[in-house]
Nanobody
């Protein structure tokens, strides 16, 4: 089993930066891809970014490309999502996800493990 715990969310003003963390525990050696998703009120959960745990190769949704950066430190079993130039439309619950599959994916169904989420609220 794999456990994911997100942290770093909060209430911020538009334009500032925030960094989310995802601590991974359990059978971490089996995890190859990790991702961040978000869900705004009344909307479906959407893909934000993914990263290969082995190579560090990132993959971004167009909406956040150039503003968000995903990174990982395998020794610390942690994945981060650095979010810059935040906008009110970035307001959502952000979820960390992980899977044993090796190909980066934006599809929710291809992630087996999920965290509980952390709220990010961006005021205008």
């Amino acid at each position: 089993q794999v456990q994911l715990v997100e942290s770093g969310g909060g209430l911020v003003q538009a334009g500032v930066s925030l960094r989310l963390s995802c601590a991974v525990s359990g059978r971490t050696v089996s995890i190859y891809r990790m991702g961040w998703f978000r869900q705004a009120p009344g909307l479906e959960r959407e893909f934000v970014a993914a990263i290969s745990r082995r190579t560090g190769t990132p993959y971004y949704a167009d909406l956040v490309k150039g503003r968000f950066t995903i990174s990982r430190d395998n020794a610390k079993n942690t994945v981060w999502l650095q979010m810059n130039s935040l906008k009110p439309e970035d307001t959502a619950v952000y979820y960390c996800a992980a899977d044993t599959g090796s190909i980066l994916s934006r599809r929710e169904v291809q992630y087996e493990y999920w965290g509980q989420g952390t709220q990010v609220t961006v005021s205008s």
